[in-house]
């Protein structure tokens, strides 16, 4: 049974870091690219942040480009988002998700791709 469990949320203030962490198990895990999506309330989810299999590749929204950085640890089959210079604009609840794929390359917009989510985590940002 696929498991993806993300952590590592909870509330910050303006310009503080939070780091979110991802662990997946049940796949074989360098098979899948990975994504970091959040949704607000009364707004669509969308895409945050994601990697390509080996990491070699990763993709941002525009929001959040320059602050946030994905990177993924396949050894220990987990991906983890640092989420720097937070703006109240960030606070969402944040889901991890998993893409099986057959080539190196990632998507923010095709969540349809995505299988596999996680329960998602909550980040408040405070002004």
């Known amino acids: 049974q696929v498991q993806v469990v993300e952590s590592g949320g909870g509330s910050a203030r303006a310009g503080d870091t939070l780091r979110l962490s991802c662990r997946t198990s049940?796949?074989?895990?360098?098979?899948?690219?990975m994504g970091w999506f959040r949704q607000a309330p009364g707004k669509e989810r969308e895409g945050v942040a994601c990697?390509?299999?080996?990491?070699?590749?990763?993709s941002y929204a525009d929001a959040v480009k320059g602050r946030f950085i994905i990177s993924r640890n396949n050894a220990a089959n987990t991906v983890e988002l640092q989420m720097n210079m937070l703006k109240p604009e960030d606070s969402a609840v944040y889901y991890c998700?998993?893409?099986?794929?057959?080539?190196?390359?990632?998507?923010?917009?095709?969540?349809?791709?995505?299988?596999?989510w996680g329960q998602g985590t909550q980040v408040t940002v405070s002004s």
């Open positions: 049940g796949l074989n895990f360098y098979d899948y690219s």
């Open positions: 998700a998993a893409d099986f794929k057959t080539y190196e390359g990632c998507s923010l917009t095709s969540l349809y791709e995505y299988k596999h």
């Open positions: 990697i390509a299999r080996s990491g070699g590749i990763m």
